[in-house]
């Protein structure tokens, strides 16, 4: 059963068409990412689904009900920028949030989400003398604490240190087990591949991408030659049937051209240099966002 | 209806929580009442240093009078009998020749002195006060002092020397002294109300003498009290919506209830603020008043119109106050649409004199039935002792209610888009197509 059902929904302000034709269903229980650059439209889509915008055109099906006009109790949502009462207690603003969206005390939720977080300590004090990353745990409470079966987080691992991204990745799989369906959009590529069942790319208000990480990578093949080798980026110019290089330092990733071998290929970096090791590999998530969205992307569309 | 009112609840706590609410509850009354108030605490507070004043007399006639007058006074006036406290400055006259050679350098003198804290004022009196004819500077009676034209020795003065002369004028033109006082007698004119017929009983009633209390002071209180609770329940809805959108509040709430849930939380929220404190003030004033023997005063029939008309008012103004905090992007943005949105407030504060003064002129009647004005110039004139037709409340209330449910029509509209909308500065022509488009 798909939570979520969008069909060729349009959203234009003024002369910028900011979602275009868009279909898409999100299935329960499933963590579903939204990828693509800024501007490109992610933040409206899930502005759409949550009811607070509504498309020009197409349709929203939320739990198999069109829900125009209405805010769902059953839906959880964490806007891009952060929304909270400065001068309200952290526990006081919980209570708030939650008791607004689920109609009920949440006490017992707050108390257990922010000793999860590790926030009891700052329980009783003013959100304006929390850090921003705190602010953060705390915007993602409010998010949750109504026990939604539905979750919409967009961008919630903007500015959070490591330590605090696991702890929300950890709290979202966590959610996840416990049978709600998680949406959330994401500029960090590892996150999207590491946590998400369905990737979901959005550029220009199109969509460009949509499935699990393997059938968008099998879209690409296995184009990419991960190798390190003695004499580094410098010894790999020039090389026939390799598309682009991106060098990571210590690893360079070489992206081999449609109808080349990569045997041949391989031969000749070993021929000018001394391989420590090589890979054969499907493209990542990053460099297909790239191919899409990057600037070889605009070059070619240029042309 | 939950949600609505747990917003209710937050906004209301938010506004009454807060110490700042307290010191206002206390200060209002005293701010709004101003001078009146601070001359009535202040009242003791009267300099009772002795004032030295020199006299000069070129009538030759008032001196004497006035020392004899003076020594009652300061027997009598200075020292509270109870407390035997001094309660006010004794007069001092020192009465001196006048200089005829040059009057102008005795002047200078008696100023120079004064300038320099040995003497509080000098009086001279014209040559001719007993019959003042001729030459306006020959019965002219002059007060010199640093503060003359407020100074409380120029009131005695006046109503001691005016008095005596016209005594003695009276004598003069041959009339037995002993009628002096039938004579000069002062009669007031009353101000009363209409007669009317008692509805139990049939009978024609005593017409009721009307005072300032009632003819002004009362509809005044009214009027003010109303002004005071729209600027604390209605005036912060523009601020405060403006900051829930700048700082992506209301894009949580959103994601919690409907835009016009949101908007009627935060409007009922500054109503409930308002009613709160209208009914301490109420209360608390009815309390006083009682204690204090004025209950009469108090306008208990006038009151539920006060509470339908101030719950109109803010529910009106609310909804335009937050419908265009909605379309505001930074506090420059609500500053300037603050004066044009609280014309409804401001505007009867400008002309209420007028229609005080004449309740049931034309111009006060239409402008009380223009519903942005009705509550506040339709409770004025219904407070006001002269009476009004009875159907124009009703009729204001009916056409300001119609207006108001326009108002929260509109400005859910308005505030549904505005509060997404982020950039640029509010337009009238944009939140006329959001008010149309929706």
Redesign the interface.
């Known amino acids: 059963m798909n939570v979520v059902e969008i069909e060729n929904i349009t959203k234009t302000f003024g002369a910028l068409k900011a979602v275009d034709d868009l279909s898409l269903n999100v299935p329960q229980g499933s963590i579903y990412g939204f990828i693509g650059p800024n501007g490109s439209g992610k933040t409206t889509t899930l502005r759409m689904i949550m009811n607070i915008i509504y498309p020009d055109s197409g349709k929203i099906r939320i739990f198999d009900k069109e829900m125009r006009g209405t805010a769902s109790e059953r839906i959880g949502y964490l806007p891009e920028e952060r929304g909270m009462y400065k001068k309200m207690k952290v526990r006081e603003l919980l209570r708030f949030y939650g008791e607004l969206k689920s109609g009920r005390k949440v006490n017992k939720e707050v108390d257990y989400w922010l000793d999860k977080l590790d926030l009891s300590d700052w329980a009783d004090k003013k959100i304006e003398t929390l850090s921003k990353g705190m602010g953060q745990k705390v915007q993602f409470i409010s998010t949750v604490v109504s026990q939604p079966e539905l979750i919409i987080l967009d961008e919630p691992f903007t500015g959070l240190d490591p330590v605090n991204v696991e702890t929300i990745k950890n709290a979202v799989l966590e959610l996840r087990t416990q049978g709600a369906t998680v949406i959330f959009s994401t500029h960090d590529m590892n996150v999207a591949e590491n946590m998400c069942d369905f990737i979901f790319m959005i550029f220009k208000g199109k969509k460009v991408l949509d499935g699990t990480l393997v059938s968008i990578q099998d879209k690409y093949g296995s184009d990419t030659l991960r190798v390190r080798t003695e004499g580094g980026i410098s010894t790999l110019k020039n090389l026939d049937g390799v598309e682009k290089i991106a060098d990571f330092g210590q690893l360079q990733e070489l992206r081999i051209a449609p109808d080349n071998d990569h045997q041949k290929i391989l031969s000749e970096i070993m021929s000018r240099t001394r391989v420590y090791s090589f890979e054969l590999a499907k493209p990542t998530l990053y460099d297909i966002f790239l191919r899409i969205a990057g600037p070889e992307a605009k070059e070619e569309t240029d042309a | 209806m939950?949600?609505v009112f747990?917003?209710v609840k937050?906004e209301y706590l938010?506004s009454v929580k807060t110490k700042a609410f307290i010191i206002m509850l206390v200060l209002m009354p005293v701010l709004m009442g101003g001078s009146g108030i601070a001359m009535y605490l202040l009242r003791g507070q009267v300099d009772t240093t002795d004032k030295q004043v020199t006299v000069l007399d070129r009538s030759g006639i008032v001196a004497d009078m006035l020392l004899k007058a003076v020594e009652e006074r300061n027997k009598s006036a200075v020292y509270d009998k109870k407390t035997r406290k001094k309660i006010q400055p004794a007069y001092i006259l020192d009465v001196v020749k006048p200089d005829e050679k040059d009057p102008q350098a005795q002047r200078l003198r008696l100023s120079d002195r004064i300038r320099l804290g040995e003497l509080h004022a000098f009086l001279e009196i014209g040559p001719n006060v007993r019959h003042p004819k001729g030459e306006q500077s020959t019965f002219s009676i002059k007060y010199h002092a640093k503060n003359a034209a407020v100074d409380n020795i120029r009131n005695w003065l006046n109503n001691t020397i005016n008095p005596y002369l016209r005594k003695v004028r009276i004598k003069d033109a041959g009339v037995d002294e002993s009628k002096a006082d039938e004579i000069m007698a002062w009669l007031q004119v009353e101000a009363m109300g209409l007669v009317s017929v008692d509805e139990e009983t049939g009978e024609i009633k005593e017409a009721k003498r009307t005072s300032e209390v009632e003819a002004f002071i009362v509809p005044v209180i009214l009027f003010f009290l109303m002004f005071m609770l729209v600027m604390m329940g209605a005036m912060p809805l523009l601020q405060t919506t403006m900051e829930?959108k700048t700082?992506?509040?209301?894009?949580?709430?959103?994601?919690?209830?409907?835009p016009h849930?949101f908007m009627a939380g935060k409007v009922i929220g500054g109503l409930a603020v308002s009613l709160t404190v209208a009914f301490i003030y109420i209360i608390g004033g009815i309390f006083f008043l009682g204690n204090i023997g004025l209950r009469d005063y108090i306008p208990f029939a006038m009151i539920p119109w006060f509470f339908i008309f101030l719950v109109l008012e803010i529910v009106m103004l609310g909804s335009l106050l937050a419908a265009l905090g909605s379309a505001c992007n930074d506090p420059k943005d609500a500053q300037n649409l603050t004066f044009p949105a609280m014309i409804p407030v401001f505007f009867p504060m400008f002309i209420f004199m007028p229609i005080l003064q004449e309740p049931t002129s034309s111009f006060a009647t239409w402008l009380s039935l223009f519903p942005p004005f009705t509550p506040m110039l339709m409770l004025i004139r219904k407070a006001a002792p002269v009476g009004i037709p009875a159907w124009q409340p009703w009729v204001g209330l009916i056409g300001v209610m119609l207006f108001t449910a326009f108002v929260v029509w509109i400005g859910g509209r308005i505030f549904r888009v505005g509060i997404?909308m982020q950039g640029g500065a509010p337009k009238l022509s944009n939140m006329i197509k959001w008010a149309i488009r929706g």
């Open positions: 939950r949600r747990r917003m937050r938010a829930e700082q992506r509040i209301a894009e949580v709430l959103l994601g919690c209830l409907k849930e997404l």
